[in-house]
């Protein structure tokens, strides 16, 4: 049922994302399909409050009129102890990204960070064999992606980090999950072997971003036949991904996953459709002009 003749104020809450691009990413395409749509960031580090808040901060602002949120660091596994209700992937995941307020002002809590990447495999990859995927990085998003990459039909999924236990521990809570699936810790010594028999390559680690240059691994192991796949969106093109279009590789921009979560969410929030292309171009204008 359309909703246009709504309106809607919505909130992100995290730490350090008064500079993020999603209130403008999601502004601008409510502007394009006609909605009433104020989106403000909620940032931790500027009214002085640590993430054990966010429950607390939802529910004020929940009284005060917002509609939705959107969480991010440091909130998402620690957000879901103050909702009312939780869906079933973000029970599964541990991880909520968003937040909805019904009608009694109930808090009802969401994940659509890994049906953005899910979604973004299909896009950018489709046909991309999934017998066998390196994922590198467990954390946050890393739990999203991970999830993502069984539910869209990996067969065996191997998990690097720098924090061994970090790994073993994600990677024990989706064997629980996909019991038919083969789920893997590996330590950083190892990816030479797991990717001399992976079908693909995922980074969802912080670095290749801005703040966090260069790759996540040593370029000579990445071959040909793999395909490439990076959550980093900013820049669009990482190190990881011009080394993986130089060694013919096909490849996944992290602008994927970024516009498939916000898209995901807009759609729960307003109950209308929003135009994924559109957003998209949007989200690679903004991260061109350096915003």
Known sequence: MSRVDESYLVGLIGSGITGSLTPPMHEREAEALGIRYLYRPI???VIGRPGADAGELLRAAADLGFNAFNITYPCKQTVSAGLDEVSDDARRLDSVNTVLVDGDRRLIGHNTDFSGFRWALDAALEGAPLGSVVQLGAGGAGAAVAYALLDAGVQRLSLSEVDPAKAEARAASLRALFPDRQVDSITPDRLSEALAEADGLVNATPIGMHHHPGLPLDAALIEPRHWVADVVYRPVQTELLQTAVQRG???????????????????LITGIEPD??????????MVAQGL
Request: net charge negative; hydrophobic share 45%.
């Open 43 to 45: 940032d931790l580090d």
């Open 276 to 285: 994924v292309e559109r957003m998209r171009a949007h989200l690679v204008e």
């Open 249 to 267: 590789c096909r490849v996944l921009e992290g602008t994927y996953m970024a516009v498939g979560q916000a898209v995901d969410s807009m759609r």
